[in-house]
């Protein structure tokens, strides 16, 4: 680390909570479990994991969203993606969905499997005023075109989305600023989105756009951060700073970093639609009672 160089330290610790979503999805939701812990510009996420059938089986019948996006990263299991547009994916183990719902969509995510385990998170990031209503737009990324970076220390980063300089070498996810502004991944928000294993008492320092809002979730093992003990299954927010230092605890960790450019914009939210003001809400639900919010 350079002198100039700002480490960020662990400033707040979310526990996860159970609830459930769709048709009785069992999830542990961490960042939005209130609207007071949101973190601009993310919204929500949640994170689903199990091995018995009853609590995924009934998965997200048809449904819309307004406003923002959603990046479904599956680790483990298979569901299928059906949308008003006429897409069909299949997310599959290791695969990640990115789907802006802008003016409107519709879409269905059922599980193709009737039995072993599903395990993976939801993330919703929200879009700026200028881009809440640009056409809808949806991509699969297979496993296979999930950059996954080695580390000297054992542990690996498979890059999801944004940048990743790690020594001296310059890495970028499928969802980057050169992927362009008209599809899916809105580069308002800039994000970066990984994967980070590490084996046992193993540390890793990794750099984070100064100026971006980052946390950080441990879903397997447990981890210090920037100094700071972070427990399993609990979101944890970074201060501001360029870089930050995560350790593994007595067992091997699997953590996810999130980072994104805040939008400092006011979030008005209604279930699946996020926008601006109450009134872009109401215009939001006339939209959908009327069939014009796909129009």
Same mark, same amino acid.
């Given at each position: 680390?350079?002198?100039?160089?700002?480490?960020?330290?662990?400033?707040?610790?979310? &526990?996860? =909570?159970?609830?459930?979503?769709?048709?009785?999805?069992?999830?542990?939701?961490? +960042?939005?479990?209130?609207?007071?812990?949101?973190?601009?510009?993310?919204?929500?996420?949640? $994170?689903?994991? /199990?091995?018995?059938?009853?609590?995924?089986?009934?998965?997200?019948?048809?449904?819309?969203?307004?406003?923002?996006? /959603?990046?479904?990263?599956? +680790?483990?299991? !298979?569901?299928? #993606?059906?949308? !008003?547009?006429?897409?069909?994916?299949? @997310?599959?183990?290791?695969?990640?969905?990115?789907?802006?719902?802008?003016?409107?969509?519709? #879409? %269905?995510?059922?599980?193709?499997? $009737? %039995?072993?385990?599903?395990?993976?998170?939801?993330?919703? =990031?929200?879009?700026?005023?200028?881009?809440?209503?640009? &056409?809808?737009?949806?991509?699969?990324?297979?496993?296979?075109?999930?950059?996954? +970076?080695?580390? *000297?220390?054992? *542990?690996?980063?498979?890059?999801?989305?944004?940048?990743?300089?790690?020594?001296?070498?310059? !890495? %970028?996810?499928?969802?980057?600023?050169? %992927?362009?502004?008209?599809?899916?991944?809105?580069?308002?928000?800039?994000?970066?989105?990984?994967?980070?294993?590490?084996?046992?008492? $193993?540390?890793?320092?990794?750099?984070?756009?100064?100026? !971006?809002?980052?946390?950080?979730?441990?879903?397997?093992?447990?981890?210090?951060?920037?100094?700071?003990?972070? &427990?399993?299954?609990?979101? *944890?927010?970074?201060?501001?700073?360029?870089?930050?230092?995560?350790?593994?605890?007595?067992?091997?960790?699997?953590?996810?970093?999130?980072?994104?450019?805040?939008?400092?914009?006011?979030?008005?939210?209604?279930?699946?639609?996020?926008?601006?003001?109450?009134?872009?809400? $109401?215009?939001?639900?006339?939209?959908?009672? @009327?069939?014009?919010?796909?129009?």
């Amino acid at each position: 680390m350079n002198s100039m160089e700002q480490a960020r330290k662990l400033q707040q610790v979310i &526990p996860s =909570v159970q609830t459930s979503d769709g048709a009785g999805v069992k999830l542990r939701r961490s +960042i939005g479990s209130s609207q007071q812990l949101r973190l601009d510009p993310f919204l929500m996420l949640d $994170e689903f994991g /199990t091995d018995n059938p009853d609590d995924y089986i009934a998965g997200f019948p048809p449904h819309p969203h307004r406003g923002f996006e /959603t990046v479904t990263y599956m +680790i483990d299991g !298979h569901m299928r #993606h059906e949308d !008003h547009l006429g897409n069909v994916g299949e @997310l599959k183990s290791g695969g990640v969905q990115w789907m802006t719902a802008g003016h409107g969509v519709i #879409h %269905s995510e059922m599980p193709q499997q $009737e %039995s072993g385990r599903m395990r993976g998170f939801q993330l919703w =990031v929200n879009l700026p005023a200028r881009e809440k209503m640009k &056409p809808a737009a949806y991509r699969d990324i297979p496993a296979d075109d999930l950059p996954v +970076i080695a580390l *000297g220390n054992g *542990g690996s980063v498979k890059l999801i989305a944004g940048r990743l300089r790690i020594d001296g070498q310059q !890495h %970028s996810g499928p969802i980057n600023p050169d %992927s362009g502004n008209n599809g899916p991944g809105s580069m308002a928000t800039d994000p970066l989105f990984l994967d980070l294993s590490l084996p046992a008492a $193993e540390r890793q320092r990794l750099l984070v756009p100064g100026g !971006h809002n980052a946390f950080v979730y441990a879903y397997e093992g447990s981890a210090v951060v920037g100094g700071e003990p972070l &427990p399993q299954q609990a979101a *944890g927010v970074l201060s501001e700073g360029d870089s930050v230092i995560i350790q593994a605890g007595s067992e091997p960790l699997r953590l996810v970093l999130i980072a994104g450019r805040p939008l400092q914009e006011p979030v008005v939210q209604y279930g699946p639609f996020v926008m601006n003001t109450r009134e872009e809400i $109401e215009q939001a639900l006339e939209d959908y009672r @009327l069939g014009r919010l796909t129009a």
